[in-house]
């Protein structure tokens, strides 16, 4: 069964330095990884994905997730924390045997400090 | 282009109502699908309508259902409600029937029940 396994559950960064969030997953096939993020009292907004094409995604907002398939692992990073990043992460695999259903982590919160 | 709308965007019931939720998709998306997220136990997937048919359903009771409308927009029905189903119901809109173009949310529905 595919699932996905959020390493951190909070993450604290100072403005203007780097930031990695991380993710492990676990499929029986080649998965479809996503990484969302959640402001508060917002819904989910989709940064960047992996659909098995290029294993270095760069999404919105200076993020980039590499896929590494011989560690199962796709972590988010950006190179320079902005406050505005501070919000929830969710790193999300697809499983689309059948029908499109998404498997969420447990969320990583990312806290930026001035 | 209209994102994905849900509505209402809050509600409050009380225990042994029922609630009726709304989500209208993207315009040309056929596929929606339900999550509901709570603090404890995060985001969980409900069900997916693709055509007007469930393909998949997660593990939740049977007051938990759902439709699905010729012009793809689609609802979600609780019965008897409990304080538990206190939530934020999320919805999700895609293009394909694999996930194709990825997955699109809404901003929510916060459902209160007292």
């Known amino acids: 069964a595919q699932s996905v396994t959020q390493l951190d559950s909070h993450v604290s960064v100072s403005e203007g330095t780097p930031v990695l969030l991380r993710c492990n997953y676990s499929s029986s096939y080649s998965p479809s990884l996503f990484w969302y993020v959640q402001h508060p009292n917002k819904g989910l907004q989709l940064l960047l994905k992996?659909?098995?094409?290029?294993?270095l995604v760069k999404g919105i907002n200076g993020f980039e997730a590499e896929f590494k398939k011989s560690e199962t692992s796709f972590h988010l990073t950006k190179p320079s924390a902005h406050m505005s990043d501070a919000a929830e992460y969710f790193c999300?695999?697809?499983?689309?045997?059948?029908?499109?259903?998404?498997?969420f982590g447990a969320g990583t919160i990312l806290r930026v400090k001035s | 282009k209209a994102g994905v709308t849900q509505t209402p965007r809050y509600l409050i019931k009380t225990r042994g109502q029922q609630v009726t939720l709304s989500c209208s998709p993207i315009s040309g998306h056929r596929s929606v699908s339900w999550y509901q997220q709570t603090p404890g136990q995060g985001l969980q997937f409900l069900f997916e309508?693709?055509?007007?048919?469930?393909?998949n359903k997660g593990n939740f009771p049977g007051r938990f259902s759902g439709r699905q409308f010729s012009n793809s927009r689609s609802e979600m029905n609780v019965s008897t409600l409990e304080l538990g189903d206190s939530a934020l119901y999320l919805c999700?809109?895609?293009?394909?029937?694999?996930?194709?173009?990825?997955?699109?949310f809404g901003s929510g529905t916060r459902l209160t029940v007292v």
């Open positions: 999700a809109s895609s293009l394909g029937p694999n996930g194709g173009g990825g997955y699109t």
């Open positions: 309508y693709f055509s007007e048919t469930q393909r």
């Open positions: 999300v695999v697809s499983v689309s045997e059948y029908g499109n259903k998404l498997v």
């Open positions: 992996y659909t098995s094409a290029a294993t």
